[in-house]
């Protein structure tokens, strides 16, 4: 075992390059006890797809089964607070095991057919061209506050019907919401008001399309609750759950591609050379290199031997999709950026029945914008090498990316 790894993964040096510390824990102790959160950390690539694909044995229903306290520790006065948290994500799609899961998903995945997700295309085109359009008559260019934040929202906005004046609210509550995965004792005052406050604006929108359906998701999900698949409460947490992760994701993938593209010049060079030919392969890569997510969590059903550890019955799991990402055992030169890398069987949308439903939509963001950013600004960079990023376990997002167009 190894006795050298510091346990604190919410360590400033852990936060700012996950890449060093999870890659040591990959390379030395890859089913890692973590004594100060007790909780399981696997970090090879096969270990991590294998674990997906037994979700019998790896449950991703964590909320309803832990009967641990929340990690790291919130302030005792709170507790009720993280109770509230805790029964609405247990309300989540993605916290259901099947069948249950099954039956709410295909309810909800004929919207988000490869097929239908790639009729955005020319809506996010011409979203980017206005964007970045504007962002040049500031003279003081953030991709992440210009670029990364306003599209996902414009476009996960459109999907569920927000009118445009609304937008900013909803970002706002997300910011409030994300606070779930940071370390701050009173983190669960924030993620509280955050809940409520989506669950207030979600609430008359469900009753309208109950009422008036319309080609929108949340039209989508509440057919669900007309056939009987989700109740009520389910249909607003999880039309809350997809404002939320239908854009903070995609924020990181846009961030984090183009500052790993910045930061290596010889594959923006390549990238400009082709940016249509190279655009899917290149978002594959950014998506492998510094994935938007870090970790993901499961529940244990029942003891099961991994390499040789005993994971019991209901420990805490965490797979992460940094070390993974870059396993040598599956990646040649894993630390390296390489847009012309093909097959590329990254994890970054995870693995088995719970794979990302938004997967499509957050490619086609992520080509668009790193094919435009090339064609229109063949001397992009980045004004900081080294970013500040949330302290978060979840997500890996920077807090500003500014950047010199010419």
């Known amino acids: 075992m190894v006795t050298t790894i ?28 973590n004594e100060l959160y007790e909780l399981w950390v696997i970090t090879r690539h096969d270990d991590l797809v294998w674990l997906a694909r037994n979700h019998e044995q790896f449950s991703n229903s964590v909320w309803v089964n832990d009967p641990r306290p929340a990690y790291p520790a919130i302030l005792e006065s709170d507790k009720e607070l993280y109770d509230f948290m805790r029964d609405f994500r247990g ?18 995945h004929s919207y988000f057919t490869p097929k239908s997700m790639e009729e955005w295309r ?50 706002m509550l997300a910011e409030k919401l994300l606070h779930a995965g940071r370390g701050e004792p009173d983190r669960m005052r924030i993620v509280a008001d955050g809940l409520q406050g989506m669950l207030d604006y979600v609430d008359p929108m469900v009753d309208e399309r109950i009422a008036n ?64 030919g190279l655009m899917v392969r290149a978002t594959e890569e950014a998506l492998r290199y510094d994935p938007p997510v870090k970790s993901i969590a499961r529940i244990a059903t029942e003891d099961v031997d991994v390499r040789g550890k005993l994971i019991k019955k209901d420990d805490r799991i965490r797979w992460f999709v940094s070390a993974a990402n870059r396993d040598p055992n599956k990646f040649e030169d894993p630390e390296s950026m390489d847009i012309t890398r093909w097959p590329n069987s990254h994890v970054a949308f995870g693995a088995g029945v719970h794979h990302c ?43 500003s990316l500014p950047v010199s167009l010419d």
């Open 6 to 33: 510091n346990d604190d993964m919410f360590a400033p040096e852990v936060i700012q390059d996950p890449y060093r510390y999870y890659g040591q824990i990959r390379d030395d102790d890859p089913v890692h006890w």
């Open 91 to 108: 309300d989540q799609l993605i916290q259901f095991d099947r069948p249950e899961h099954l039956a709410m998903r295909k309810v909800v």
């Open 122 to 171: 020319p809506l996010v085109r011409s979203a980017i061209k206005d964007l970045l359009d504007a962002a040049e008559e500031t003279g003081d260019v953030d991709l992440m506050r210009n670029l990364a934040v306003p599209l996902p929202v414009l476009v996960i906005a459109e999907m569920m019907g927000v009118p445009e004046s609304e937008r900013p609210h909803i970002r």
């Open 213 to 276: 359906p319309k080609d929108d998701f949340i039209s989508v999900l509440a057919s669900g609750e007309k056939s009987g698949v989700f109740t009520r409460q389910q249909v607003l947490v999880n039309t809350s759950l997809l404002l939320v992760a239908g854009h903070e994701t995609t924020i990181n993938l846009i961030c984090n591609g183009a500052l790993a593209l910045m930061n290596n010049r010889d594959q923006w060079d390549l990238l400009k050379t082709d940016t249509q």
């Open 357 to 399: 439903l938004g997967a499509t939509i957050a490619r086609v963001e992520g080509q668009e914008v790193f094919s435009a950013l090339a064609e229109r600004y063949p001397n992009l960079q980045s004004k900081t090498q080294t970013p500040e990023y949330q302290e978060s376990l979840t997500f890996r997002s920077v807090k």
